[in-house]
């Protein structure tokens, strides 16, 4: 009979320790929507997974799944004027948009 008030009295405690991170966890959900800093955090969040995109596109690569790694693009024979991309920022845009327009042409066929 002890053992089983034991296991009771634990059960207990450990339902009040839940209960006590989920209400520690609504409350900083709450202060950050007061307060503007879910932005920030989400920033946060997506600056540290930057890596993790170049690290999946590198494996997309060794895959064949991507198309392969161009070679380092040369100096630019101009300089770019302010506001004005050079060459090689203009050739990676239009590779970045033939990327994300090859993964968005799957979900445009299901809809």
Known sequence: ????SAFE???RMAGKIEQMEAEAEAQAELHEQFTGDTLATRFGEL?????????LL???RKMGLAP???PPAQA???VAREGELDLAEQEELA???AELE???APLRIKR
């Not at 009979?1 to 089983?4: C, I, S, Y």
């Not at 600056?47 to 690290?55: C, K, L, Q, R, T």
């Open 68 to 70: 392969p790694e161009p």
């Open 76 to 78: 630019p024979a101009r």
């Open 47 to 55: 600056e540290a997974m930057h890596g993790v995109d170049d690290e």
């Open 9 to 11: 009295a634990f059960d």
């Open 95 to 97: 590779r970045a948009l």
């Open 58 to 60: 590198a494996l997309k």
């Open 1 to 4: 009979m002890r053992n089983a």
């Open 102 to 104: 090859a993964e968005e």
